[in-house]
Nanobody, 124 residues
Framework: QVQLVESGGGLVQAGDSLTLSCAAS????????VGWFRQAPGKERELVSA????????YYPDSVKGRFTISRDNAKNTVSLQMNSLRPEDSAHYYC?????????????????WGQGTQVTVSS
């Protein structure tokens, strides 16, 4: 059983940067693939980045490509999401999630464990 705790959210202005962190405990985190999702009120949950367990693959949708960077430190059981050039449309509740398989990593139901999330609000 893996427990995930996100931190680093907050209220920022457009153009600012934030770094979200996901800290894991309770399992062999280094074997898990990790995704960062976000969900804004009235919208579907969206995958904004993913990283394979061995750091061999990462994913970004076009909406964040070039602005967001995901990284992991398996020795510290953490995954970070560096978010630059934030836009008001990036405002959402951000969640990290862990999946045992990389197959279908774009689908939220592929993820076995979820954190409670952290709120990011970007003002214009």
């Amino acid at each position: 059983q893996v427990q995930l705790v996100e931190s680093g959210g907050g209220l920022v202005q457009a153009g600012d940067s934030l770094t979200l962190s996901c800290a894991a405990s309770g399992g062999t985190f280094s074997f898990y693939n990790v995704g960062w999702f976000r969900q804004a009120p009235g919208k579907e949950r969206e995958l904004v980045s993913a990283i394979k367990w061995n750091d061999a693959n990462t994913y970004y949708p076009d909406s964040v490509k070039g602005r967001f960077t995901i990284s992991r430190d398996n020795a510290k059981n953490t995954v970070s999401l560096q978010m630059n050039s934030l836009r008001p449309e990036d405002s959402a509740h951000y969640y990290c999630a862990a999946a045992s398989s990389w197959e279908s990593y774009k689908a939220s139901d592929a993820y076995n464990y979820w954190g409670q999330g952290t709120q990011v609000t970007v003002s214009s």
